[in-house]
């Protein structure tokens, strides 16, 4: 049997040892409000907001409920935190959310659990429209919330030099991320300055101050046909950069048909990205893998960051771009663990190590991963699994494995420069065929009374005459793990039922997985379900 190891399912609040490096400790969970000031119990203020309420009332209750995002902001700025902005599930917004200098919020949803969460829908994508904003905000939690049709989805903005230099949070759970996108002009997209992002950080005015935000966290969530998730540099759209990230969290969150650099870890210390699933469809002809897409994951100024148990899943590239790949580590990072992770079909790199003409990554660390038939599509000569640009950068290759393309010409470890990778270890690599690994889930959807079944379609291997009213074939369900939470799929995750279907009541991802024995489990495949329930 082929010996094959995979991190453990790691939460990025617990410490993660890894041989030769110190253990990190990542973003906890939101605090808990305060519940009593001295001897008096603390009742939060609670603003309901409804499609059909109206702002004359005060919006303590629910019959009470305001209609308008505008004056429940103004609610919220007149009461005490902590304060709580519920909004009716099944109910659309196309205003902005514009709230201002108020701490420990929590927005999140009331009404029928069987409805749709409510929309923040801005319906308008015109450069620089949010349609959240938080100005000189700290501690506010996001529950629940389908928010984007925008340029920003939620923008955070600190008001420099007046406003707080150091902030917490926001934390953004169980929420969808949509549709937040930036000019449809492909030359144009190839300019940073054309990428939506769903959620931005930056500042007002420039000025030498660094804004810091400590624990922001994104878990069980869904980003689906956005430009970029985050992004935290420099000046854009008339946001300036300076924001520095501390014990950042990502997790269990997955990123679907996101297309360009979607997660920056640039200015960042003491990160987390796990256990979360960046999926782009190649085989689509509508979107092939090349015509969007640059990096996943792009690195640079961090210390002490960790990528961990993470899908990675055809990842193209811009035009003329020397991308195309899963984790670029672009300059200036110091320590960051890249372990446990899965990535298949970059159609450029897997793992890009460019570190600018000094070579300025240092002391990384890449173990326990499985690269599977990385840069096999691309003709320039920076492909391969692992791409070394500019001479100088150190790090350690560790019991990783690695899938060749059918091309035996590509390369596994591509020196773009001569002796670029001069200064890494290379430690008990596996180095297999294709044909060791479980064949890909094939996953298609129905829309059936106001919910969507997921179907496991028989793969080729399987019996191609048995219909589906028959039933899918054992061979095409045989070792298909799923999840719905927005998590990559692991061994332990549920088994696809035998019917061969599961059915989704509000939008969704599904992810599936294969394990085989004796194989590397496959790559994992990933379907979006936009549920609307009948209201």
Same mark, same amino acid.
Request: with cysteine; glycine share 10%.
């Given at each position: 049997?082929? +010996?094959?190891?995979?991190? +453990?399912?790691?939460? !990025? /609040?617990?410490?993660?040892?890894?041989?030769?490096?110190?253990?990190?400790?990542?973003?906890?969970?939101?605090?808990?409000?305060?519940?009593?000031?001295?001897?008096?119990?603390?009742?939060?203020?609670?603003?309901?907001?409804?499609?059909?309420?109206?702002?004359?009332?005060?919006?303590?209750?629910?019959?009470?409920?305001?209609?308008?995002?505008?004056?429940?902001?103004?609610?919220?700025?007149?009461?005490?935190?902590?304060? %709580?902005?519920?909004?009716?599930?099944?109910?659309?917004?196309?205003?902005?959310?514009?709230?201002?200098?108020?701490?420990?919020?929590?927005?999140?949803?009331?009404?029928?659990?069987?409805?749709?969460?409510?929309?923040?829908?801005?319906?308008?994508?015109?450069?620089?429209? %949010?349609?959240?904003?938080?100005?000189?905000?700290?501690?506010?939690?996001?529950?629940?919330?389908?928010?984007?049709?925008?340029?920003?989805?939620?923008?955070?903005?600190?008001?420099?030099? *007046?406003?707080?230099?150091?902030?917490?949070?926001?934390?953004?759970?169980?929420?969808?991320?949509?549709?937040?996108?930036?000019?449809?002009?492909?030359?144009?997209?190839?300019?940073?300055? !054309?990428?939506?992002?769903?959620?931005?950080?930056?500042?007002?005015?420039?000025?030498?101050?660094?804004? *810091?935000?400590?624990?922001? %966290?994104?878990?069980?969530?869904?980003?689906?046909?956005?430009?970029?998730?985050?992004?935290?540099?420099?000046?854009?759209?008339?946001?300036?950069?300076?924001?520095?990230?501390? %014990?950042?969290?990502?997790?269990?969150? *997955?990123?679907?048909? !996101?297309?360009?650099?979607?997660?920056?870890?640039?200015?960042?210390?003491?990160?987390?990205?796990?256990?979360?699933?960046?999926?782009?469809?190649?085989?689509?002809?509508?979107?092939?893998?090349?015509?969007?897409?640059?990096?996943?994951?792009?690195?640079? *100024?961090?210390?002490?960051?960790?990528?961990?148990?993470?899908?990675?899943?055809?990842?193209?590239?811009?035009?003329?771009?020397?991308? +195309?790949?899963?984790?670029?580590?672009?300059?200036?990072?110091?320590?960051?663990?890249?372990?446990?992770?899965?990535?298949?079909?970059?159609?450029?790199? +897997?793992?890009?190590?460019?570190?600018?003409?000094?070579?300025?990554?240092?002391?990384?660390?890449?173990?326990?991963?499985?690269?599977?038939?990385?840069?096999?599509?691309?003709?320039?000569?920076?492909?391969?699994?692992?791409?070394?640009?500019?001479?100088?950068?150190?790090?350690?290759?560790?019991?990783?494995?690695?899938?060749?393309?059918?091309?035996?010409?590509?390369?596994?470890?591509?020196?773009?420069?001569?002796?670029a990778s001069f200064y890494w270890e290379h430690i008990n690599d596996t180095v297999v065929a294709a044909g060791?690994?479980?064949?890909?889930?094939?996953?298609?959807?129905?829309?059936?009374?106001? /919910?969507?079944?997921?179907?496991?379609?028989?793969?080729?291997?399987?019996?191609?005459?048995?219909?589906?009213?028959?039933?899918?074939?054992?061979?095409?369900?045989?070792?298909?793990?799923?999840?719905?939470?927005?998590?990559?799929?692991?061994?332990?995750?549920?088994?696809?039922?035998?019917?061969?279907?599961?059915?989704? /009541?509000?939008?969704?991802?599904?992810?599936?997985?294969?394990?085989?024995?004796?194989?590397?489990?496959?790559s994992t495949a990933s379907v979006w379900v936009d549920v609307q329930p009948q209201e």
């Open positions: 049997m082929l +010996g094959f190891i995979l991190f +453990g399912v790691l939460s !990025c /609040c617990s410490s993660i040892p890894i041989t030769g490096h110190a253990p990190l400790q990542h973003a906890p969970a939101p605090p808990a409000q305060p519940s009593h000031v001295g001897d008096v119990p603390l009742i939060p203020t609670a603003v309901f907001v409804s499609a059909d309420g109206n702002d004359a009332l005060n919006g303590t209750t629910a019959s009470t409920a305001v209609r308008s995002l505008a004056r429940a902001a103004a609610l919220l700025a007149s009461a005490p935190p902590p304060t %709580s902005l519920l909004l009716r599930r099944g109910d659309t917004w196309t205003s902005e959310l514009a709230l201002t200098q108020l701490v420990n919020v929590t927005i999140t949803s009331y009404g029928s659990p069987s409805a749709s969460r409510p929309k923040l829908w801005r319906n308008n994508y015109t450069v620089g429209l %949010s349609a959240v904003t938080l100005t000189d905000m700290s501690g506010v939690v996001i529950s629940g919330i389908d928010i984007g049709r925008a340029f920003f989805g939620i923008r955070v903005l600190f008001n420099e030099p *007046t406003g707080p230099t150091a902030a917490t949070g926001p934390w953004v759970s169980d929420c969808v991320l949509r549709d937040v996108l930036g000019s449809e002009d492909r030359e144009c997209l190839q300019r940073t300055g !054309c990428w939506a992002t769903a959620i931005h950080l930056g500042k007002t005015a420039a000025d030498a101050s660094v804004s *810091t935000v400590k624990n922001l %966290s994104i878990t069980n969530t869904v980003a689906v046909n956005c430009d970029a998730l985050i992004r935290n540099g420099a000046q854009y759209h008339g946001v300036v950069g300076g924001v520095q990230l501390e %014990s950042m969290a990502i997790r269990e969150t *997955t990123l679907h048909e !996101c297309n360009y650099n979607t997660v920056e870890l640039i200015n960042n210390t003491n990160s987390c990205i796990a256990n979360c699933v960046f999926f782009r469809d190649g085989r689509s002809p509508t979107l092939p893998s090349f015509v969007a897409g640059t990096t996943d994951v792009i690195v640079g *100024t961090v210390i002490g960051n960790a990528i961990l148990n993470n899908e990675f899943a055809s990842r193209g590239e811009l035009g003329a771009a020397p991308d +195309g790949c899963a984790i670029d580590f672009e300059t200036n990072a110091t320590g960051t663990q890249v372990a446990g992770n899965y990535i298949s079909d970059s159609y450029g790199a +897997g793992v890009m190590v460019f570190g600018h003409a000094d070579g300025s990554n240092h002391e990384l660390l890449l173990a326990h991963n499985v690269f599977n038939r990385d840069g096999c599509g691309q003709v320039k000569g920076d492909h391969g699994a692992i791409a070394f640009v500019h001479p100088g950068s150190t790090g350690r290759l560790k019991g990783n494995t690695y899938v060749r393309c059918s091309n035996a010409s590509v390369p596994l470890f591509n020196d773009v420069e001569p002796n060791e690994v479980a064949q890909t889930p094939n996953l298609t959807v129905a829309h059936v009374n106001g /919910c969507a079944d997921v179907l496991l379609v028989p793969s080729i291997a399987a019996n191609a005459t048995e219909s589906r009213a028959a039933g899918v074939s054992a061979p095409a369900l045989a070792g298909v793990r799923y999840t719905t939470d927005g998590s990559a799929p692991t061994a332990t995750s549920p088994l696809f039922p035998d019917a061969g279907s599961v059915t989704l /009541c509000r939008s969704g991802v599904l992810n599936a997985k294969r394990f085989g024995a004796e194989l590397i489990p496959s």
